[in-house]
């Protein structure tokens, strides 16, 4: 019996070694609840484990839950989407650089990236939700220099998502999967 563990202990070693070695890293997703959207049931989500800074901006991904399904301009079914969205954090503007539409945690759309969001910020508005996003977007701390990844919604509780209508993207087309 010693010998046949032994004679399959070492490729079972060599095989998780290989295993852990070879897998990629992943993104790790820490999903703060910022609140509803300006009095509607849209909930909307900073994820902590996002922010980066490029080029004096911060870069965060923001997860809006809607509480049903909806379907958007471009005829696509989702009940969450996640926005990576661009702060000028010392002249309070934003922007949305890319957005990808999900249903039931399987990505469903995504809308182009905006290559000139540097260019491009717009005031963010004045209302205090909307202030509330921005001053949290920019007192996180940085998450170390990992570039902010648009991963599958993982929440606990089913949270459904939306997000302030200055702030949400038109560009969504159907994913190409």
Known sequence: MKAFLRSWLGPIAVTVLL??????????????????????????????DSVEQVDGFRIVMLMTVYPSKRVNQHNITMDSRVQKTAFDCANKKFLGIRMIGYLDGQQVGTGPEATDWKTKLIPVPNDSFSQRILTTACSLPLSGGASPKIAPIRLPHNPKQSFHPALESSLMTKASS
């Open 19 to 48: 295993s852990v070695a070879l897998t990629k890293p992943c993104v790790a997703a820490r999903w703060q609840e910022l609140g509803n959207a300006n009095g509607s049931l849209d909930k909307i989500y900073i994820d902590a």
